[in-house]
């Protein structure tokens, strides 16, 4: 199921964790940024919310992830 919101387009079915391994490239790009700004880079904030994972704890009710709370916390581990 897909949405839009706002001009994005969202994917409800998405893996969480996969999607994080294929950002790797742009999570370690801005890493050293986020560090210094203590938060998220803009450019990987964006392409975090792009790829839907900010919509993990959503239920699908809401055209969210609803993702496992393990699931949550390995992702968060993983973009960490």
Same mark, same amino acid.
């Given at each position: 199921?897909?949405? =839009?919101?706002?001009?994005?387009?969202?994917?409800?079915?998405?893996?969480? %964790?996969? =999607?994080?391994?294929?950002? /790797?490239?742009? &999570?370690?790009?801005?890493? /050293? #940024?986020?560090?210094?700004?203590?938060? +998220? !880079?803009?450019? *990987?904030? #964006?392409? +975090?919310?792009?790829?839907? *994972?900010?919509?993990? +704890? *959503?239920?699908?009710?809401?055209?969210? %992830?609803? !993702?496992?709370?393990?699931?949550? %916390?390995? =992702? &968060?581990? /993983?973009?960490?």
């Amino acid at each position: 199921m897909a949405f =839009t919101v706002k001009d994005r387009t969202f994917n409800s079915s998405i893996d969480p %964790l996969k =999607t994080v391994r294929q950002l /790797a490239q742009t &999570i370690d790009r801005y890493a /050293a #940024e986020g560090e210094q700004l203590r938060r +998220l !880079a803009p450019p *990987l904030h #964006e392409a +975090l919310l792009k790829a839907g *994972l900010f919509r993990m +704890l *959503l239920p699908k009710s809401y055209n969210g %992830l609803e !993702a496992d709370p393990l699931t949550v %916390l390995r =992702t &968060i581990r /993983a973009v960490a």
